[in-house]
């Protein structure tokens, strides 16, 4: 899950309690500076252990509402997607982006090393800003986010990115509409997907397989098939 739930979070300013420095310094202490195994031009802050980062922000920050973590690892269908636009860069080349649920920023990353015109990263996760921030100054780049739910709204874009989305079924119920409308304004959307359950396979084509090494104490394997759709 490069995103998060609809929960209507505020953007910016405080995160959940923590200043916008004090994000980025509790993210700078639970994570180390890594390659995503699939896509190793790409460099990221990520949880060495998955199992001490959750329990961390459970037990010692439950007080402050700290959401899971996704920003802090690298999912399987964001590093397909990854993958997949740095190997066919002409998919974003000169056209506006969106990252949707965007997470580490993985995917804004690659599609900006693919030569994007412009690129707005969006989760509703607040700490995914300062983690977004860090991931792009880690690799040369700066990238516009948007933490508010863009679910239903135009920017313009000509092409949405969104990995591992439909992991949920109210989530799923709300994006294939939206993804409709925007496919049938012209928008091209790819879907980066590890076999989630509520993937619409009827609306899907198929693009690109990979095999995604990913943590077990966050998945039920150590390696997942993950597929890059086209949402048609």
């Known amino acids: 899950m490069e995103g998060s739930l609809p929960d209507g979070r505020p ?13 980025e ?3 700078l202490a639970n994570t180390s500076l890594s390659a995503p195994p699939h896509v190793p031009e790409i460099r990221l802050h ?3 252990e998955a199992h001490d980062l959750w329990l961390k922000t459970e037990d010692e920050l439950a007080s402050i509402g700290l959401p899971p973590p ?8 964001g590093q397909g997607l990854a993958r997949y636009i ?10 506006r982006v969106l990252d949707f649920a965007s997470g580490s920023g993985l995917v804004a990353i690659a599609a900006d090393m693919a030569g994007a015109r412009g690129i707005l990263a969006a989760d509703i996760d607040p700490f995914c800003e300062a983690a977004v921030r860090l991931n792009a100054r880690a690799n040369g780049i700066s990238i516009e986010f948007a ?29 294939v509409p ?3 409308t925007l496919h049938e304004r012209g928008s091209e959307i790819l879907v980066g997907d590890p076999g989630r359950s509520y993937l619409p396979k009827g609306r899907m084509q198929a693009l690109a397989v990979y095999q995604v090494p990913v943590t077990r104490a ?6 997942k098939k993950t597929t890059v759709w086209r949402f048609a």
């Not at 953007?11 to 994000?23: I, K, Q, T």
């Not at 996704?70 to 269908?77: D, T």
């Not at 739910?149 to 119920?173: H, I, K, M, N, S």
């Open 11 to 23: 953007r910016s300013g405080a995160v959940n309690g923590l200043a916008p420095a004090e994000a």
């Open 25 to 27: 310094s509790f993210i």
């Open 46 to 48: 990520l949880a060495d």
């Open 70 to 77: 996704f920003w802090a690892f690298a999912w399987a269908g």
């Open 86 to 95: 740095l190997d066919h860069p002409e998919i974003v080349r000169g056209r």
């Open 147 to 175: 933490g508010s739910d863009v679910v239903g709204t135009d920017g313009g874009w000509d092409v949405v990115l969104a990995g591992d989305v439909f992991y949920d079924r109210p989530f799923a119920e709300r994006l």
């Open 178 to 180: 939206w993804f409709s």
């Open 218 to 223: 966050l998945e039920d394997a150590d390696v």
